[in-house]
């Protein structure tokens, strides 16, 4: 059972736009910056959104994060079939004193 | 080119030891914060440790704690994580991560990870 709580699956058509969910608590998204990773199949994580809205170079502008209380949300517009991966959403936690990920949402491109 | 490379996997048996390995190069290793993440076979991630850039601070999670320890030589370029009594459950690749700017910050430059399978 992951600390941060994702929704197991997401799909949606070319073009359409996908929100995945990440929701914890006041000791972790709460209280600290929210960063999103994409796990394409059988590759490492790549950072996709750090400190809860921020694009590193190189990341489409189809991403965007966003961050309201103790929840989290990764937008993708203009859905891709290269964008089918898994993705992380992870916070640093106060009381754990450490680093929590979601679960984990497989985006399929239908 | 920025890298981190790891290496020490293997098969071990449980109750057994192991040590990974990760290799920096292509930055000023020095000033950033390491990661330990694993994955377990079809499973999602899972943080395990973080060490500072002068091994100030140290971090672990729970699963992990008493059992791994995360050390650093700055001059070898290089972060290790000691396994110790390995239990079937710690099976999986095992993934170094550099922090961007801060402990805790986003991890931005990843290893290609490392197998480790505890199996009698």
């Known amino acids: 059972q992951s600390v941060l709580t994702q929704p197991p699956s997401a799909s949606g058509t070319p073009g359409q736009r996908v929100i995945i969910s990440c929701s914890g608590s006041?000791?972790?998204?709460?209280?600290?910056?929210v960063y999103w990773y994409q796990q394409l199949p059988g590759t490492a994580p790549k950072l996709l959104i750090y400190?809860?809205?921020q694009r590193p170079s190189g990341v489409p502008d189809r991403f965007s994060g966003s961050k309201s209380g103790t929840s989290a949300s990764l937008a993708i517009s203009g859905l891709r079939s290269e964008d089918e991966a898994d993705y992380y959403c992870?916070?640093?936690?106060?009381?754990?004193?450490?680093?929590?990920f979601g679960g984990g949402t497989k985006v399929t491109v239908l | 080119e920025v890298q981190l490379v790891e290496s020490g996997g293997g098969l071990v048996k449980p109750g057994g030891s192991l040590r990974l390995s990760c290799a920096a190069s292509?930055?000023?290793?020095?000033?950033?914060?390491i990661n330990w993440v694993r994955q377990a076979p079809g499973k999602g991630l899972e943080w395990l440790s973080s060490?500072?850039?002068?091994?100030?601070?140290?971090y672990y999670a729970d699963s992990v704690r008493g059992r791994f320890t995360i050390s650093r030589d700055n001059a070898k370029n290089a972060v290790y994580l000691q396994m110790n009594s390995l239990r079937a459950e710690d099976t999986g690749v095992y993934y170094c991560?550099?922090?961007?700017?801060?402990?805790?910050?986003?991890?931005?430059?990843w290893g290609q990870g490392t197998t480790v399978t505890v199996s009698s």
């Open positions: 006041r000791s972790n998204i709460g209280s600290n910056y």
């Open positions: 060490i500072t850039s002068s091994s100030t601070y140290i």
């Open positions: 400190r809860n809205n």
């Open positions: 292509g930055f000023t290793f020095s000033s950033y914060a």
């Open positions: 991560a550099r922090d961007l700017e801060f402990s805790f910050d986003g991890m931005d430059v």
């Open positions: 992870v916070a640093s936690d106060d009381s754990l004193n450490g680093r929590v």
